[in-house]
């Protein structure tokens, strides 16, 4: 099994320019087999809309469109969960002490762990994400992954956890435009629902925190 993890946002809780007021975490699910071939069909996909590689927000709305509809077609699950950052200052959250680089982000990863239905019996999950953020996450970060999936899945289980170049990496720029999608469906000044409900078929879970 896959699963390829994205983010969308920033972490910054002030109400400044560059802020934005959602910080978004898809969670991909994939088995080998489904993995492989949408690697395959990327080839034909970047031939078709002329590019080596899609990334949401540097596409227009058109392209947007008929790229998620190639997308829709191919075969893949997601979990979705957004936070809501007026919510979580107004509510008075203060990131954990000792400080974590990026303590949002860890809430919403775990979560999404929890909703993930994966296989019992499980061997080996292979977990990648592009350089969340724009840097690679240091080793902390894939200790939590690796903790938070072994709480759910077992001891036993064998994990391999790593970051991947998004060009090189079809899965990672299928979550990109899922991530997109997302949070364009939600309250903003560019909200856009048309994007999500493309994709809506393909999602298992979709929620918020606070």
């Not at 970047?46 to 998620?68: M, N």
């Not at 990026?102 to 499980?122: R, T």
């Not at 170049?165 to 899965?171: A, F, I, L």
Request: charged share 30%; net charge positive; glycine share 6%.
């Amino acid at each position: 099994m896959f699963i390829v993890l994205d983010e969308s946002g920033n972490e910054g809780l002030t109400a400044i320019k560059g802020h934005s007021r959602w910080f978004c975490v898809v969670a991909l699910v994939f088995d080998k087999a489904c993995y492989t071939s949408i690697e395959k069909s990327f080839v034909s996909m970047h031939e078709a809309h002329g590019s080596k590689e899609f990334h949401f927000a540097d596409d227009k709305d058109d392209r947007r469109r008929a790229v998620l509809r190639d997308m829709s077609k191919l075969n893949f699950s997601f979990h979705a969960i957004a936070c809501d950052k007026i919510a979580l200052t107004k509510g008075g959250w203060r990131p954990p002490r000792p400080k974590k680089p990026k303590p949002i982000q860890s809430k919403l990863v775990a979560n999404l762990i929890v909703k993930l239905s994966l296989p019992a019996g499980l061997c080996r999950l292979d977990v990648f994400f592009d350089t969340l953020g724009g840097r690679t996450p240091d080793n902390s970060f894939k200790t939590e992954i690796r903790g938070h999936l072994r709480t759910k899945l077992g001891r036993d289980l064998r994990l391999e956890i790593e970051a991947k170049d998004s060009e090189k990496t079809p899965c990672i720029q299928l979550a990109d435009y899922v991530c997109g999608a997302f949070v364009r469906s939600l309250d903003g000044s560019k909200r856009n629902p048309e994007y999500f409900e493309i994709l809506e078929p393909k999602c298992e879970s979709r929620s918020e925190w606070p």
